[in-house]
């Protein structure tokens, strides 16, 4: 196998295919290795951690002898971080080795049959949903802030995934906050899509590549009830999905509400930074919605205390409930609204907050004992 790419478009798989690399392959070296296959014009580059696949189809600049082998990722990684951007690498494969040749540095390395790379072999049903990869990037973004880290409860450590009121709808929530929101999609499938548990490291690895997406361009969101893939272009990305009952989720979400009150999130997001002065590792403080303000209050155990007024629309009655200061800083970031608006029934009860400019997203945090 002989082939020529120039130095960015080394970059650009090499970035790709990080997310489904596994770092250390002693356990299974295979796992640590990038599977290149070059036929019919392009070059085709696969990693997989057996529970994640990245795929990136390359235009080289030549290719002049077909075939396929599996090279050391990291290996591939440094030489594309230490080559200038516009050099031309030229790949050659020996039977057991392969050797990068640019302009007067050559690198060897061992490589590795192609029938010892996994093949993911996913079977079942998948719906395809057509969408715009920059809002589906922001909206996995928001809801992220709400994944459980706690592997006990394994069904929490990820993005529930149903399809809703026309709508993809993403759900997160590790038992103490719950982010919603809504994303339009387009089925391009005639199945009905199933409810599916998007695991956090794909969640971050689909985020990322549809971050990087140009503006204009489509995105294809394709999930089952064993898999969910993301195609754009000449990437596609591929996991399997958490095997788990996502609760019910709708339960959480408070239907009558004695209290809506707004304020300004950035006053908001000043005011819990200074009372966290005060809060520290207790991270808990009180607001204390009267008279068309809110006093954000925390005290640190030993006497001390810190204090911050701003001014709040809507308080028709006083009320005063207590929040980790931390989660509804992370919330309020999350929303992302020039206002933050708070559904409250009682100080022991679930808040709801919402961007008000925006009907999308719906935010759920629990109180905490003063």
Not at 128 to 151: F, G, K, N
């Amino acid at each position: 196998m002989r082939f020529i790419l120039d130095n960015a478009t080394l970059q650009r798989a090499v970035s790709t295919c990080a997310g489904g690399a596994r770092a250390n392959g002693r356990t299974i070296p295979i796992l640590s290795h990038a599977r290149i296959i070059a036929r019919d014009g392009g070059v085709e580059v696969t990693t997989s951690d057996l529970d994640r696949q990245a795929t990136i189809r390359l235009s080289p600049r030549a290719l002049e002898i077909e075939g396929a082998a599996c090279a050391p990722m990291a290996w591939l990684a440094d030489i594309a971080r230490n080559l200038a951007k516009d050099a031309e690498v030229a790949f050659v494969f020996s039977p057991q080795s392969v050797q990068i040749v640019s302009g007067r540095s050559r690198f060897v390395a061992q490589t590795l049959p192609c029938g010892d790379f996994p093949d993911f072999g996913l079977a079942g049903d998948v719906v395809a949903l057509d969408l715009d990869p920059q809002a589906l990037a922001q909206a996995l973004e928001c809801v992220s802030v709400a994944i459980s880290t706690d592997q006990t409860r394994y069904y929490l450590n990820g993005v529930y995934a149903h399809w809703r009121d026309d709508a993809l709808r993403l759900v997160a929530t590790d038992g103490h906050r719950l982010i919603r929101r809504d994303l339009a999609a387009t089925q391009t499938s005639p199945y009905k899509l199933s409810p599916a548990i998007l695991p956090a490291s794909a969640v971050k690895e689909i985020r990322r590549l549809a971050a990087e997406a140009p503006k204009g361009v489509r995105a294809k969101l394709s999930i089952g009830e064993r898999r969910v893939e993301f195609e754009l272009g000449a990437v596609h990305f591929l996991s399997k999905t958490i095997d788990g009952q996502f609760p019910d989720y709708e339960r959480v979400i408070p239907q009558n509400v004695n209290h809506r009150l707004e304020v300004e999130a950035a006053p908001l997001s000043l005011a819990i930074q200074r009372a966290l002065v005060a809060a520290k590792e207790r991270r808990s403080g009180e607001l204390d919605f009267a008279d068309g303000r809110l006093i954000v209050s925390a005290i640190d155990g030993q006497g001390g205390q810190a204090l911050d007024e701003i001014d709040a629309a809507g308080v028709e009655a006083p009320i005063e409930i207590a929040f980790n200061l931390y989660y509804l800083a992370e919330m309020a970031r999350a929303l992302a609204g020039e206002k933050l608006a708070f559904e409250l029934a009682d100080p022991a009860s679930p808040a709801i907050l919402r961007d008000p400019a925006s009907e999308t997203t719906v935010g759920v945090l629990m109180p905490v004992r003063a």
